[in-house]
């Protein structure tokens, strides 16, 4: 008899949890240009092959998501850059770290990838590492953006930390990184909320550099009332998963208390520290501090404005968008935005994988995993495909007629008319509201935005301050589910 019921626990965390049964799938695409797409799929012929997750453990999204915040901390590749300060007009530290290629290849070429971590991570992310490593291995320069607060080594010189949507310390990076390198081309890059802050600020009515040719987001949330609504829930187990946010966001805050609650906000905005730590979710969080710092009254108008689905319309540049199906943070249904829109704007392509978790994706191996992820080896890949293909007009295009790799493919048939405008005077457009809710940055409290007044370093091609090298070298294997290092 108990034999019988442990081969019944056995069957059911095989078939139920790991789900072992299923097999690599290929990823599915939408977008409304059909020509575009053609193209893109060319020049991109890995993404159209068969996504191959870990057998043992890969096809199950917790695990995927477990094992990238957890266990590969203790694995990730040495990447040594400079690490750049900026002062803003409001008296807060940005700082970004500066990688140059390794391969000079690309660099010839001038491009950068800048870089927009997720909630609470940084330049020392794991992820953003070996993302990093990757992208200089293939020629690329790589800035990246230290989210305000997320690094104890620099000090929070301001009331705030950073935001879901505030896309003011990303543009300051993107600024700068032009003031040094004037002719280079910038792919924007985003993960997990770092992707919601890059399809914002690509599409929000703010005077963008044109030096930013194309952008990248994967696994990011386009939809902040629908996403935390759905991280209310227990279903998929996702309250743990806003527990574990809300309790690192409140670490933060913890960090940097005194510059953070100051008298003049607590007694201008009615910031309670008590209230703030006894917060057991982001919403309670945002409601007794995030929002009133931002200068909303309600959450709910505050989610909004920090949402980035209403500037997708105005995207003027090639961007894909990167999901997961078994994505326990952002489930299905929040998919539903992008996925429309893909269909509905030109510059839109979404890649749908059924597998892969949240900036998960782990790949190849039975129970340790290649080096590299599916993510890592895509975000480069697709970036290749966006600048090699960013010259040339996306109607009209002359292809062979056959269809690339079988893939399969989602199109709408016909071009919206997005309205979108020409790039007038930054005035002009938030006047005008044109492209959706924004951030209220000219009635924040602390009067943030996304002009600095000075920087710590003053030459281009002498960025200060080396970036701590404090990590292993990137192994042959990287460790799956425990065990030993190769």
């Given at each position: 008899?108990?034999?019988?019921?442990?081969?019944?626990?056995?069957?059911?965390?095989?078939?139920?949890?790991?789900?072992?049964?299923?097999?690599?799938?290929k990823?599915?695409?939408?977008?409304?240009?059909?020509?575009?797409?053609?193209?893109?799929?060319?020049?991109?012929?890995?993404?159209?092959?068969?996504?191959?997750?870990?057998?043992?453990?890969?096809?199950?999204?917790?695990?995927?998501?477990?094992?990238?915040?957890?266990?590969?901390?203790?694995?990730?590749?040495?990447?040594?850059?400079?690490?750049?300060?900026?002062?803003?007009?409001?008296?807060?530290?940005?700082?970004y770290?500066?990688?140059?290629?390794?391969?000079?290849?690309?660099?010839?070429?001038?491009?950068?990838?800048?870089?927009?971590?997720?909630?609470?991570?940084?330049s020392?992310?794991?992820?953003?590492?070996?993302?990093?490593?990757?992208?200089?291995?293939?020629?690329?320069?790589?800035?990246?953006?230290?989210?305000?607060?997320?690094?104890?080594?620099?000090?929070?010189?301001?009331?705030?930390?950073?935001?879901?949507?505030?896309?003011?310390?990303?543009?300051?990076?993107?600024?700068?990184?032009?003031r040094?390198?004037?002719?280079?081309?910038?792919?924007?890059?985003?993960?997990?909320?770092?992707?919601?802050?890059?399809?914002?600020?690509?599409?929000?009515?703010?005077?963008?550099?044109?030096?930013?040719?194309?952008?990248?987001?994967?696994?990011?949330?386009?939809?902040?009332?629908?996403?935390?609504?759905?991280?209310?829930?227990?279903?998929?187990?996702?309250?743990?998963?806003?527990?574990?946010?809300?309790?690192?966001?409140?670490?933060?805050?913890?960090r940097?208390?005194?510059?953070l609650?100051?008298?003049e906000?607590?007694?201008?905005?009615?910031?309670?520290e008590?209230?703030?730590?006894?917060?057991?979710?982001?919403?309670?969080?945002?409601?007794?501090?995030?929002?009133?710092?931002?200068?909303?009254?309600?959450?709910?108008?505050?989610?909004?404005?920090?949402?980035?689905?209403?500037?997708?319309?105005?995207?003027?540049?090639?961007?894909?968008?990167?999901?997961?199906?078994?994505?326990?943070?952002?489930?299905?249904?929040?998919?539903?935005?992008?996925?429309?829109?893909?269909l509905?704007?030109?510059?839109?392509?979404?890649?749908?994988?059924?597998?892969?978790?949240?900036?998960?994706?782990?790949?190849?191996?039975?129970?340790?995993?290649?080096?590299?992820?599916?993510?890592?080896?895509?975000?480069v890949?697709?970036?290749?495909?966006?600048?090699?293909?960013?010259?040339?007009?996306?109607?009209?295009?002359?292809?062979?007629?056959?269809?690339?790799s079988?893939?399969?493919?989602?199109?709408?048939?016909?071009?919206?008319?997005?309205?979108?405008?020409?790039?007038?005077?930054?005035?002009?457009?938030?006047?005008?509201?044109?492209?959706?809710?924004?951030?209220?940055?000219?009635?924040?409290?602390?009067g943030?935005?996304?002009?600095?007044?000075?920087?710590?370093?003053?030459?281009?091609?002498?960025?200060?301050?080396?970036?701590?090298?404090?990590t292993?070298?990137?192994?042959?294997?990287?460790?799956?589910?425990?065990?030993?290092?190769?």
């Open positions: 008899m108990y034999e019988l019921v442990l081969v019944a626990v056995v069957l059911c965390i095989l078939f139920k949890i790991l789900n072992v049964n299923n097999s690599p799938e990823s599915i695409f939408y977008c409304s240009n059909q020509n575009f797409l053609d193209e893109f799929l060319k020049r991109a012929p890995e993404l159209t092959q068969p996504y191959v997750p870990t057998r043992f453990w890969g096809f199950s999204g917790h695990i995927q998501t477990i094992v990238q915040s957890v266990i590969s901390r203790l694995h990730c590749p040495l990447v040594n850059g400079h690490r750049i300060s900026m002062k803003l007009t409001d008296g807060a530290t940005v700082t770290d500066l990688y140059h290629a390794i391969n000079q290849q690309k660099e010839m070429l001038d491009i950068t990838l800048a870089i927009c971590p997720g909630i609470g991570n940084n020392e992310s794991v992820y953003i590492r070996r993302v990093v490593y990757h992208a200089q291995l293939n020629g690329y320069r790589v800035c990246v953006l230290n989210h305000i607060g997320t690094l104890a080594s620099v000090p929070v010189t301001s009331p705030r930390i950073f935001m879901y949507g505030n896309t003011a310390d990303y543009a300051a990076m993107i600024k700068d990184v032009v040094r390198y004037p002719g280079t081309k910038l792919v924007c890059v985003g993960f997990s909320m770092g992707g919601n802050i890059v399809g914002k600020y690509l599409g929000e009515p703010r005077i963008k550099p044109v030096n930013v040719v194309a952008g990248v987001a994967v696994c990011a949330g386009y939809d902040m009332i629908g996403g935390m609504r759905m991280l209310m829930e227990w279903n998929g187990f996702r309250r743990m998963y806003m527990y574990a946010m809300t309790e690192n966001m409140k670490a933060i805050i913890r940097c208390w005194k510059e609650f100051t008298v906000v607590k007694n201008k905005l009615g910031i309670s008590r209230q703030v730590f006894n917060s057991g979710t982001l919403v309670e969080l945002d409601d007794v501090y995030t929002r009133r710092l931002a200068g909303f009254k309600s959450v709910t108008e505050f989610y909004i404005a920090n949402s980035s689905y209403h500037h997708f319309k105005n995207i003027k540049v090639p961007t894909v968008f990167i999901n997961a199906r078994d994505d326990p943070i952002i489930p299905p249904p929040l998919l539903e935005v992008i996925r429309d829109a893909a509905k704007y030109e510059n839109i392509v979404f890649v749908e994988q059924k597998f892969g978790g949240h900036l998960g994706f782990y790949e190849g191996g039975f129970l340790r995993s290649n080096p590299l992820t599916w993510q890592d080896r895509m975000v890949h697709i970036a290749d495909a966006l600048v090699e293909g960013g010259g040339k007009e996306k109607e009209g295009l002359e292809l062979e007629s056959e269809n690339v079988n893939a399969t493919v989602h199109t709408s048939g016909v071009f919206d008319d997005t309205g979108t405008e020409s790039d007038e005077k930054e005035g002009e457009f938030l006047n005008r509201n044109s492209g959706g809710p924004n951030l209220r940055i000219e009635k924040f409290n602390i943030m935005t996304s002009d600095y007044t000075s920087l710590d370093s003053s030459d281009p091609g002498s960025p200060t301050n080396l970036t701590p090298a404090n292993p070298v990137l192994r042959r294997k990287v460790l799956g589910c425990g065990g030993g290092e190769e």
